[in-house]
């Protein structure tokens, strides 16, 4: 059962990051594509609210709901795969 459950840590962490960065140059597309070159420098200074408000813009705005389940799916799913894993694991 120790294998299975740090193959289910190791699953998660990869889901996490993945999604994570995926969902991370979503929202500065988002953002380049609402506010420009300067958005994006402004963004990149204000990396927590970027990855907050600009899959809720996305999805109210433009009713592309992807980069919220992309963002918030993923880091949800990853963190429950890794705690399983780490349930299982026992380490």
């Known amino acids: 059962?120790?294998?299975f459950g740090r193959?289910?840590?190791g699953v998660g962490t990869l889901v996490w990051i993945v999604a994570g960065a995926w969902g991370f140059f979503l929202c500065l597309g988002i953002i380049a594509h609402a506010?420009?070159?300067w958005g994006i420098v402004a963004?990149?200074?204000l990396g927590p609210v970027t990855f907050l408000a600009a899959p809720l813009y996305a999805g109210f705005e433009h009713g592309d709901w992807f980069p919220l389940i992309l963002n918030y799916g993923g880091s949800l799913v990853g963190l429950v795969l890794m705690a399983i894993g780490g349930a299982l694991s026992d380490d």
């Open 7 to 9: 193959l289910l840590k």
């Open 43 to 45: 963004a990149l200074f």
């Open 35 to 37: 506010a420009g070159f």
């Open 1 to 3: 059962m120790k294998a």
